[in-house]
């Protein structure tokens, strides 16, 4: 061979020399993050001395799906991506489509040079509610009612089933607001105005991931199983203390009122091992909480030693500023320093790259700050277990909205129920119901609406109304399925009062409530059932013996109809499964619910919570009749 080929044949060996370098390859045996027989910690430490700072900073994004592709995962190095409220990969996808998106997805992120796997995020709040034919559970209001932690611990185990059904890993539940004024949108997110049955509540967490062991480190995220899923408590803190209960406003308290009110169900959330906490909109005493060093750093993570990571709300970045995004670069970096880790940029990441980029190259934000969030990001994946099985089981797909899990529903309705009044009085009660009667009416709005019956963030961000988008049993068919067959069952939404006297019923049940909404669409500040309904109830009740059931997310004013009504159930947003609520109307269950929230008389009483000194309610924190199930009129 002459040196010219000689020559050649060194330099190309070389060159391979140097790309094998780089690549890492060599030292493959030694990539201590690809090999689970390490600690968790060495793991992380290993990937993270490995990252450059444009894979760093991907970790810490999470993107919308509808913005992003498999191809720019890779680009970016993306390590997450989300569905916002509503957002689905095709109309009433099935959960093979679903994992076929997320899968998709995983792909890119493999495809980078480390193979980073990426999780996927849904608003997993009552169920798995934005996807088709999945089991729909009562809002946490409803839940605070039922005064059940081991019951919400199922249906948190049941909610990370079929949420990993569809292959995704990560949920944005739960809400642990302490909602303090029922004007606010997200009350019904919210289990109660009371801090300890809120920290109870927490109990959904080990049922989303697992139970921690006895001997885990204080603080440490605890996942475990490819049935569990990770969970975030939110809203960091304070949200549902602001002025009015206006969505996303200003909590004006002092650090005492702040850590007895708003602050015990991180306690008890952190203790349970909860993987991530997710950032208020809102502000604590004028600052932002998406820009509060104090609360985050110094209290969340330093004082109480959490080590799992923190999320943005969605867009939270841009709302540090009024209006929103008026500052970019302000509001990346007072949201990095304030010691959020992962950032939800729906779809200005290319932005959040650049800037953040900048502001570590030019020292306004040091590397260790950076390595904090990648390595708090990092450990949930590895605990999470997605480096050793990135791609979802489609065995599990045969879990979602089983049967088992709308039973427990159904159960959870029964429990949710709360019975304000029964009859005139004690001793001539009107439920249970009679299962035979000639015939009965059943009225209102909200008797055969499955999506009025489920609320908001269900299918739409804002909810949806009717029965073809939702699987599941309206009020109006669970009693249809529970009176006797010689019962009849005349159904009319508005009727007038000549109707209702005029046809013979022996009583009639009313079924009104609030219309579905989400976040600031529904704040209200007088909190009146929107009409027909108080027409229905009068026409109604004042001719013939009725049940007044109210389906809302709050207490509303009801106070200038108590009197004409026989019976009155407040029933929350019950979800799916409202055979539960004809469950306890017709005594196969008896009534065991208890308010998770005052009940007002006016709303210009309000805020009033159970302990404040001018309390003085419709029906206060606590209220609830009882009723015994009545075997004889109940077959089974
Ligand atoms: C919303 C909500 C938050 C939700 C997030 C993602 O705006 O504030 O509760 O988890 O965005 O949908």
Redesign the pocket.
């Known amino acids: 061979m002459d040196l010219e080929g000689m020559a050649k044949i060194s330099i190309l060996l070389v060159g391979l020399w140097l790309l094998v370098n780089w690549s890492g390859l060599l030292d493959a045996k030694n990539m201590k993050y690809k090999n689970p027989k390490h600690s968790t910690d060495t793991r992380v430490e290993d990937l993270v001395s490995r990252m450059t700072l444009e894979e760093k900073i991907g970790q810490m994004l999470q993107v919308e799906r509808k913005y992003v592709s498999a191809d720019l995962l890779k680009k970016y190095f993306i390590g997450a991506v989300?569905?916002?409220?509503g957002s689905i990969p095709a109309p009433q996808a099935s959960a093979e489509t679903w994992i076929d998106m997320v899968n998709e997805f995983q792909k890119g992120a493999l495809s980078t040079r480390l193979g980073i796997p990426m999780f996927y995020?849904?608003?997993a709040?009552h169920g798995h509610n934005t996807v088709h034919n999945a089991t729909i559970f009562p809002h946490n209001i409803g839940l605070g009612a039922t005064r059940d932690p081991e019951l919400v611990k199922r249906i948190g185990a049941a909610t990370a089933l079929e949420v990993r059904a569809t292959g995704i890993q990560y949920v944005?539940s739960p809400?642990i607001a302490v909602c303090r004024d029922p004007r606010w949108g997200?009350c019904y997110?919210s289990f109660s105005e009371d801090p300890e049955l809120v920290q109870a509540m927490t109990e959904i967490i080990p049922g989303l991931q697992g139970d921690i062991p006895n001997d885990s480190p204080k603080g440490v995220p605890f996942i475990t199983g490819k049935e569990k899923v990770i969970g975030?408590a939110?809203?960091y803190v304070g949200d549902g203390g602001t002025i009015n209960g206006i969505d996303e406003h200003n909590t004006v308290i002092d650090r005492d009122g702040l850590m007895k009110i708003h602050m015990p169900g991180y306690f008890s959330s952190i203790s349970k091992g909860v993987a991530t906490i997710?950032a208020s909109?809102s502000s604590w005493n004028g600052v932002k909480m998406h820009a509060h060093h104090d609360l985050i750093t110094g209290f969340l993570k330093n004082t109480l030693h959490f080590k799992g990571f923190v999320i943005s709300?969605?867009?939270?970045l841009d709302r540090i500023t009024s209006p929103p995004r008026a500052n970019i670069t302000y509001s990346i970096e007072a949201g990095v320093s304030a010691g959020i880790d992962m950032f939800?940029v729906p779809k200005h990441y290319t932005e959040f790259i650049d800037v953040l980029t900048m502001l570590v190259k030019n020292k306004h934000i040091p590397m260790s700050r950076i390595d904090d969030a990648v390595g708090r990001i990092l450990w949930v994946k590895l605990m999470m277990g997605i480096f050793e099985n990135p791609f979802a089981d489609y065995s599990l797909v045969k879990y979602l909205g089983i049967q088992e899990h709308r039973n427990l529903a159904r159960e959870a309705v029964r429990k949710s129920m709360v019975l304000l009044k029964n009859g005139e009085s004690a001793d001539k009660p009107l439920l249970p119901l009679p299962k035979k009667s000639p015939k009965i009416l059943v009225a209102g709005s909200h008797a055969d609406n499955l999506g009025y019956q489920c609320g908001g963030w269900t299918i739409e961000?804002q909810g949806v109304s009717g029965n073809n988008l939702l699987k599941g049993t309206t009020i109006l068919t669970a009693v249809k399925n529970t009176v006797d067959p010689e019962t009849t069952v005349v159904y009319k939404e508005n009727p007038d009062v000549e109707f209702v006297k005029s046809n013979g019923f022996s009583y009639a049940i009313v079924i009104v409530g609030e219309h579905p909404y989400a976040?600031m669409y529904g704040d209200s500040m007088n909190l009146t059932i929107p009409e027909p309904g108080p027409k229905i109830i009068t026409n109604v009740c004042g001719a013939i013996k009725c049940v007044v059931i109210i389906i809302s997310g709050r207490p509303v004013v009801i106070e200038p109809y108590v009197g004409l009504i026989d019976a009155l159930v407040a029933a929350w947003l019950p979800g799916s499964e409202g055979q539960g609520v004809a469950d306890v109307l017709y005594g196969g269950y008896g009534f065991t619910g208890k308010l998770p929230r005052t009940w007002f008389k006016t709303v210009d009483q309000l805020p009033m919570n159970v302990g404040d000194p001018h309390y003085d309610p419709l029906f206060p924190f606590g209220f609830g009749l009882s009723t015994k199930p009545s075997k004889a009129l109940y077959s089974s």
């Open positions: 989300l569905s916002e409220g995020g849904i608003d709040v944005y809400c997200r997110e975030c939110k809203h997710m909109y709300d969605f867009e939270g939800m961000w976040e």
